[in-house]
């Protein structure tokens, strides 16, 4: 059974930054594209990040300059740094393991953790 455990949400103050954490027990993990997405209150899960197998990585538009993703395989734990947030970024954020990372798309893989809450006041 592959863990997916997302950590790091809480509530920052607009312009604040957060890093969230996901820890996917894969035992190929330094072979799979990664995602993040997120999801607010009766709103449609979009995708906010993938990093691939490789390192290359996507950003939607609407986080491009804020936030970065980034990998480290030894502890099979994938990031998202997130700065200089906005209220409109509140949402539970989820992890997605073993997806597929091409031309700056990601098609989502079985694996989904919990969800982090991030919360951005005004």
């Known amino acids: 059974q592959v863990q997916v455990v997302e950590s790091g949400g809480g509530l920052v103050q607009a312009g604040g930054s957060l890093r969230l954490s996901c820890v996917a027990s894969?035992?190929?993990?330094?072979?799979?594209?990664m995602g993040w997405y997120h999801q607010a209150p009766g709103k449609q899960r979009e995708l906010v990040a993938a990093i691939s197998a490789g390192g290359r990585t996507s950003l939607a538009d609407s986080v491009k300059g804020r936030f970065t993703v980034f990998r480290d395989n030894a502890k099979n734990t994938v990031y998202l740094q997130m700065s200089s947030l906005k209220p409109e970024d509140t949402a539970v954020y989820y992890c997605?393991?073993?997806?597929?990372?091409?031309?700056?798309?990601?098609?989502?893989?079985?694996?989904w953790g919990q969800g982090t809450q991030v919360t951005v006041s005004s």
């Open positions: 997605n393991a073993a997806g597929t990372y091409f031309g700056g798309h990601y098609v989502p893989g079985n694996y």
């Open positions: 894969l035992s190929t993990f330094s072979r799979n594209d």
